[in-house]
């Protein structure tokens, strides 16, 4: 894996990882499964390390997240797997948005 590559993959870990920080202790919103999913893309390939993300704006965050992702089918990612798993991180921000990141309507 090439350094620009590890890079976007960092990127796109880091800030899937910041965003699962963000959500309240019982949310169903699930970014580690897609950040899960991102690494099993991967395969067998060393794993970059998260590191701590300078943007505090959530929506910065799913953006950076979404560019990085969308950018590594430019270095022999699986391009299927790459759309299937844009497309959770995708269903996950819209849950999160609709919920407040909670996952679920309140109950009245």
Known sequence: M???????????????AA???TLPAASLVDYSSVLLELD???GDQRFPATVPVEVVDRES???????AMDQLGDYGVDLL???LCIAALESAWETDKATGGRGRAEIA
């Open 61 to 67: 965050m799913f953006t950076t997240a979404r560019d």
């Open 40 to 42: 099993d893309l991967h």
């Open 19 to 21: 965003l699962d920080d």
């Open 81 to 83: 797997g790459l759309e």
């Open 2 to 16: 090439d350094e620009q590559h590890l890079d976007l993959y960092r990127t796109a870990r880091s800030n899937l």
